[in-house]
């Protein structure tokens, strides 16, 4: 079993532990060791499908407006949550990679792999959520069959992220591709950053009239 594999075994389970309470505030129990790659792969998917229940849950159009800012303050800080692990896998992958010599000709891509497999995990959510609506007994068979055609597209994407990611590690090993980390450097979350929260003399341009 390669890394992938094993990614898309663990992605499946941390999806599948969630939905035995389907319940966003119930405790996460992480069966991985602390500190190892297995365990930051639980808990980011684990951090995935809570968000998407949270997501949910904020466009109910009865939701109370005190209620939807306290949830989109969660959501936020749920992104902040995932950015950072995501950050924190690609380390791995630096330092697993760290020590190859990219051949001269070696290539870039447009993304870390750490962000390739953020994707990958969403994936296993949406795959998750799109069965469930398969499953259901109370839609139109029009509806029904625009779920069943949805699930073969997202399968299909499993696969072929699956080989993709597992073909970009491969070219890491042997140095044809060049192994780079670009942190997101997230402003709005930032004190230091967002003159909103670092300048309190600041009137909010949703009120600025000037």
């Known amino acids: 079993m390669n890394f992938v594999e ?20 119930a405790p996460i129990h992480n069966p991985y060791s602390v500190g190892t790659i297995e365990n930051d792969l ?24 005190v209620e939807a800012l306290a949830l989109k303050r969660r959501i936020d800080a749920s992104n ?6 995501v950050e924190r896998i690609d380390s791995y992958f630096w330092e697993k990679y760290r020590q190859v010599t990219p051949s001269k000709d070696a290539k870039l891509n447009t993304e870390s792999p750490a962000w390739a497999m953020d994707r990958l995990s969403i994936l296993h959510v949406k795959l998750w959520h799109m069965q469930e609506q398969v499953q259901r ?9 625009k779920c069943v055609d949805k ?7 499993l ?18 591709r060049v192994m ?3 942190r997101q450097m997230k402003m709005y979350n930032d ?20």
């Open 6 to 25: 094993l990614s898309n075994r663990i992605f499946n389970q941390a999806v599948a532990d969630y939905h035995v309470t389907d319940y966003v505030d």
């Open 42 to 65: 639980y808990q980011k998917c684990w951090i995935d499908v809570v968000q998407w229940h949270l997501e949910d849950i904020i466009r109910d159009p009865q939701i109370d407006p």
């Open 80 to 85: 902040q949550e995932r950015t950072d692990l």
């Open 137 to 145: 007994t109370d839609v139109s068979a029009e509806q029904h069959q």
């Open 151 to 157: 699930l073969s597209v997202l399968k299909e994407q």
């Open 159 to 176: 696969s072929d992220m699956t080989t993709s990611i597992s073909q970009l590690l491969a070219d890491y090993e042997a140095g044809v």
């Open 180 to 182: 780079k980390v670009y």
């Open 191 to 210: 004190p230091s950053l967002n003159p909103i929260l670092y300048n309190k003399n600041n009137q909010s341009p949703i009120t600025n009239n000037k």
